[in-house]
């Protein structure tokens, strides 16, 4: 009490009361240090934000450089989710050709000798069926991180199998009619039956999977930034008018035909792709892929190349329907994968025409069968199936001039090595999946 009446009177005696009654409080002296960081936040906090910046610009820079390739302990793999973001990042941005945005990422990555740059991560829809198991092996190769999607309606396990124990293959079993969240840099979406077999199959199925398949694909392209294929079809020109054709012609389809679901699918997923690509900003590109031929092509497909190539090893008369005159061009399969690959890397949009000009009659391309393979097979016409197109040849120069790509491998190169493939299959000596499209000079 008596401490307390003290203190009192202490505080009178520093502060004495002013004329009007007011007593000022006495000065404290840690308040100037407080109101000079009240001041300093307040009003100058850039200054602490530059200080901030120059803090992780230092402590980023002295950083050992291996984090931007740092692998795991247990693998090889680049630790994709923590690191890659800065490569895939520059790279969306970017909008350079891969092999620029490589080096950009090699220079600026500060990747130790000795260390491997990490790829891009990349997911090929499809991936287990022909074509897309060649272009997996291409990417693989190159060293890119490999998701393949595939419900494996006409894909195979063993297409892919050789890249099981692969850490940087993975394979989903996944119907891209539902969606699907994964991270990624590009996107090639094959997913579609391709053969008259088996898109005819289930129509309703086949138009789901361009249209809803196709729309799921796009809006996780938007979603994770990635650039996106379409692997499109010459069958958008339907029975065509225009002869060869060019990228600019618009088609003469049967929409309502046997056909249709493919036709009408594939251009509703080309509308779908460029919608997405003026509407939401997505980086796509579009490929019209013409006849395509090689190894792992389902063997009984209704597909001409393949129909031939069997008949022939089965020693059975080859089956030509119509009379034999309608035309039709054999890419080898090797030639549309480096095409594919050009095109995502590249600038252009597209669609870019991917075929192999040389035009051959059905009747011709028996007789090419006949010499690789057996020269006494017979030759047996057919009524011609619905919608079946007379012509078909692309016009190539917009992929010449502006992908610098066209098909290196000749029918009579091609075809000799899809052979031996088939030879395997079907009569079982057993190398399945081990087949590659590798043509020798
Ligand atoms: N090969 C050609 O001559 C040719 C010509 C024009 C266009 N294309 C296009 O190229 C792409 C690949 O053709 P391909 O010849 O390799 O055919 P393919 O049938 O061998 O491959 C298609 C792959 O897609 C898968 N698939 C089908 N529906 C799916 C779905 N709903 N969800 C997930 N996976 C599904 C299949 O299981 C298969 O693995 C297709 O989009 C096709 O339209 C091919």
Avoid at 14 to 19: R, S, Y
Avoid at 66 to 94: A, E, K, N, T
Avoid at 300 to 307: A, L, W, Y
Wanted: glycine fraction near 8%.
């Amino acid at each position: 009490m008596e401490k307390g009446s003290e203190l009192t009177y202490r505080g009178h005696e520093e502060a004495q009361p002013t004329a009007d009654g007011y007593t000022p409080k006495p000065p404290k002296p840690w308040l100037s240090v407080v109101r000079l960081i009240r001041y300093l936040l307040r009003e100058q906090r850039l200054i602490f934000v530059l200080v901030g910046i120059a803090i992780a610009t230092v402590f980023f820079a002295l950083l050992p450089s291996s984090s931007h390739g740092s692998y795991r302990h247990d693998s090889d793999v680049p630790i994709l989710d923590s690191i890659s973001y800065f490569g895939r990042d520059s790279y969306r941005q970017s909008n350079k050709p891969y092999e620029q945005h490589r080096m950009l990422v090699h220079s600026i990555g500060k990747v130790p000798l000795g260390l491997k740059r990490k790829g891009l991560r990349i997911v090929v829809t499809g991936g287990a069926g022909f074509v897309g198991s060649h272009l997996v092996d291409r990417l693989i190769a190159r060293g890119d991180s490999v998701i393949v999607v595939d419900n494996f309606f006409t894909g195979r396990k063993e297409n892919v199998m050789h890249h099981f124990s692969n850490p940087r293959f993975e394979l989903i079993r996944h119907d891209v009619v539902e969606p699907l969240l994964l991270e990624v840099d590009q996107i090639y979406h094959l997913a579609c039956p391709a053969s008259p077999v088996h898109y005819k199959f289930n129509p309703v199925k086949t138009i789901k999977t361009n249209v809803v398949g196709t729309l799921n694909m796009l809006g996780l392209a938007k979603r994770v930034g990635a650039r996106f294929l379409l692997t499109s079809t010459s069958e958008v020109y339907g029975d065509p008018l225009q002869h060869p054709q060019v990228e600019t012609y618009w088609g003469n389809v049967n929409p309502i035909g046997v056909r249709s679901c493919y036709d009408e699918g594939k251009r509703t997923a080309e509308t779908l792709t460029m919608d997405y690509h003026r509407g939401a900003g997505v980086e796509v590109r579009i490929a019209r892929i013409f006849n395509t031929y090689g190894p792992r092509m389902c063997i009984d497909d209704g597909r001409v190349v393949s129909n031939f190539v069997a008949q022939a090893l089965r020693k059975e008369p080859l089956t030509v329907y119509g009379d034999g005159k309608q035309t039709r061009s054999f890419q080898y399969v090797s030639d549309l994968v480096e095409g594919l690959m050009r095109l995502m890397e590249g600038e252009h949009v597209g669609p870019f025409n991917l075929g192999n000009p040389g035009e051959f009659t059905m009747l011709e391309l028996a007789q090419v069968v006949q010499e690789t393979i057996d020269p006494n097979a017979k030759i047996e016409f057919r009524a011609n199936t619905e919608d079946d197109p007379h012509k078909r040849k692309p016009d190539i120069t917009k992929a010449k001039d502006q992908l610098g790509w066209e098909p290196k491998v000749s029918l009579r190169k091609g075809l000799p090595l899809m052979v031996s493939d088939f030879r395997q299959r079907i009569f079982g000596d057993h190398k399945e999946g081990s087949t590659t499209s590798t043509v020798s000079s």
